[in-house]
């Protein structure tokens, strides 16, 4: 997980990219993951944005972060 630059429109707002193997063909892909931080800490943050670079509608690996 590397989380990125915050955004200038939003200090709670944050992005982060994985690695990660299709489960479909096994190829390698990049999530990226726009989060929102939760106001309190036993809250997950809530996903704002999901992009795969192999095939962003992809809904299996989209379910990995709600």
Do not use: G
């Given at each position: 997980?590397?989380?990125?630059?915050?955004?200038e429109e939003?200090?709670?707002?944050?992005?982060?990219t994985y690695?990660y193997?299709?489960?479909?063909d096994?190829s390698k892909s990049?999530?990226t993951v726009?989060y929102?931080?939760?106001?309190?800490t036993?809250?997950?943050d809530?996903?704002?944005?999901?992009?795969c670079?192999?095939?962003?509608?992809c809904?299996?690996?989209?379910?990995?972060?709600?």
């Amino acid at each position: 997980m590397e989380p990125t630059q915050i955004t200038e429109e939003d200090e709670n707002q944050y992005t982060c990219t994985y690695e990660y193997k299709c489960p479909t063909d096994s190829s390698k892909s990049i999530h990226t993951v726009v989060y929102k931080k939760a106001t309190c800490t036993r809250i997950d943050d809530i996903v704002l944005h999901f992009h795969c670079s192999r095939d962003s509608k992809c809904v299996k690996c989209q379910q990995n972060y709600l």
